[in-house]
């Protein structure tokens, strides 16, 4: 079937497929010539993508990104009328066995968006191509160690499996940010092909892990809490580690304050997060008292004003004197 459609939140894994096919059809002599990308083309233009006739230069692979077509952008959205859909559906009726389209829509991971598939144009669609929806991993997802596993291997890197378990939940899910920095990883260790968590620490760019930090708030093993402090201290200055304290305690506040009236799921859609986490946090902080959480706010603000003023000598010190709670009044 020369009509795809791929459509969902993970970016990473749709430009794959589209590599993949574009790969295999067309010549690498004519790559220039026969791949084609638009973007929310006018239904003029994408009744004549469709009707495009075979080259003497072989297969023509077209990439139509429709997210204009079912979202807003630019406060705009395009719709076409009844007449101009019937003839789009004639027009994928007769695509060439060597014209192959590709119709992608993209929806950005922070937004709550989904096709409405109760309309005309994704129904015309649907009834020609071959449909796939990509959904982003989440954080729980059993399947997403396999998945980072098989990266590595693409790019001739080897891995233990703890390893592998640290990058992820280092980094996270977002497939493109991995994907960024095992190509940092790669021309790090060359000439050898195996990484180890040290080289994960000192070549990586760490993301904020909600999980961790929310530990480090809530966590009582000072051990472990130093333990994690440390390595994030050698990526980062104390005054940016307070920061994403703030934004997590932040979200833990808004938890705990509304946990009795609103539910998970409400919750999620507020703080724009997934649902599990969200449950799982709610029940990291049950046994944690309101007043707590805000006493532990309060310490931390205060200990970024000292540090910002220069009241504090050791800044790094300090941080973790405050976070181990060795400070009733910073």
């Keep these: 079937?020369?009509?795809?459609?791929?459509?969902?939140?993970?970016?990473?894994?749709?430009?794959?497929?589209?590599?993949?096919?574009?790969?295999?059809?067309?010549?690498?002599?004519?790559?220039?010539?026969?791949?084609?990308?638009f973007y929310s083309p006018t239904m003029d233009n994408l009744i004549e993508i469709c009707n495009t006739a075979p080259l003497m230069f072989g297969n023509i692979v077209s990439v139509v990104h429709c997210e204009n077509y079912f979202f807003k952008l630019k406060n705009k959205k395009i719709d076409f009328s009844d007449d101009q859909i019937k003839s789009f559906d004639f027009a994928l009726k007769n695509v060439s066995e060597s014209n192959t389209i590709i119709f992608v829509c993209n929806i950005a991971r922070e937004d709550n968006k989904k096709i409405d598939a109760r309309?005309?144009?994704?129904?015309?669609?649907?009834?020609?191509?071959?449909?796939?929806?990509?959904?982003?991993?989440?954080?729980?997802?059993?399947?997403?160690?396999?998945?980072?596993?098989?990266?590595?291997?693409?790019?001739?890197?080897k891995a233990d499996i703890k390893t592998v378990n640290y990058l992820t939940q280092q980094l996270g899910v977002n497939l493109r940010l991995i994907d960024s920095e095992l190509e940092?990883?790669?021309?790090?260790?060359?000439?050898?092909?195996?990484?180890?968590?040290?080289?994960?620490?000192?070549?990586?760019?760490?993301?904020?892990?909600?999980?961790?930090?929310?530990?480090?708030?809530?966590?009582t093993d000072k051990n472990a809490i130093l333990k994690y402090l440390d390595v994030i201290l050698?990526?980062?200055?104390?005054?940016?580690?307070?920061?994403?304290?703030?934004?997590?305690?932040?979200?833990l506040l808004y938890l705990k304050t509304y946990e009795k009236e609103k539910s998970a799921k409400r919750l999620a859609e507020e703080l724009k997060m997934p649902e599990y986490p969200v449950k799982l946090m709610l029940e990291k902080i049950r046994?944690?008292?309101?007043?707590?959480?805000?006493?532990?706010?309060?310490?931390?603000?205060?200990?970024?004003?000292?540090?910002?003023?220069?009241?504090?000598?050791?800044?790094?010190?300090y941080l973790e004197t405050v976070l181990i709670g060795g400070f009733e009044n910073v």
């Design 234 to 251: 050698e990526k980062k200055h104390p005054l940016e580690v307070i920061a994403l304290l703030q934004t997590n305690l932040h979200k």
């Design 287 to 317: 046994n944690i008292e309101l007043k707590e959480l805000s006493n532990i706010k309060h310490n931390i603000t205060q200990a970024e004003y000292n540090i910002k003023t220069g009241k504090v000598k050791n800044p790094e010190y």
């Design 184 to 219: 940092k990883l790669k021309t790090a260790v060359y000439p050898e092909d195996k990484i180890t968590i040290k080289d994960i620490n000192e070549y990586c760019s760490l993301k904020e892990n909600f999980f961790e930090f929310a530990d480090l708030i809530t966590g």
């Design 1 to 37: 079937m020369p009509i795809y459609f791929f459509y969902g939140k993970e970016e990473y894994i749709i430009s794959g497929e589209i590599n993949k096919l574009k790969n295999k059809l067309i010549d690498p002599a004519f790559m220039s010539v026969n791949f084609r990308i």
């Design 119 to 157: 309309t005309k144009f994704f129904k015309v669609i649907t009834s020609h191509a071959n449909v796939k929806e990509y959904n982003e991993f989440r954080d729980y997802s059993k399947e997403f160690n396999s998945f980072a596993i098989s990266m590595l291997k693409e790019k001739n890197l």
